[in-house]
């Protein structure tokens, strides 16, 4: 069996990283809140989403509720903000058309 060995020379000094410079630590918590805000969406993205996956699991109640929702939410930017960041006009429409076609389906099921 081969043996290994090493030698440290007598003029080393040996003192903790920390003592000369900073040691940098992951922070799990901070880098997920710095990609949040790169990758944040809109409140009437997540609810046209939800409205999305309700429809496709069937929860129709629970799709109108959040259509509603939705409505709201509109009505308010329009309110609070004239001149808008982007269309959103034909949302709501689309998302009528898919309940509807989802309400359809179930009652054809």
Request: net charge positive.
């Amino acid at each position: 069996m081969k043996q290994n060995s090493f030698a440290i020379s007598s003029n080393v000094r040996l003192a903790p990283v920390a003592a000369h410079s900073g040691v940098e630590v992951y922070d799990a918590l901070e880098r997920r809140d710095q990609l949040n805000r790169l990758m944040r969406r809109r409140l009437s993205d997540e609810l046209e989403s939800l409205i999305r996956k309700a429809c496709q699991r069937g929860h129709i109640g629970t799709a109108e509720e959040l259509l509603a929702v939705l409505r709201n939410l509109i009505e308010w930017e329009r309110e609070h903000f004239p001149h808008g960041r982007r269309p959103i006009d034909g949302t709501v429409e689309r998302l009528v058309a898919e309940l509807a076609a989802a309400k359809a389906q179930r009652a054809a099921a």
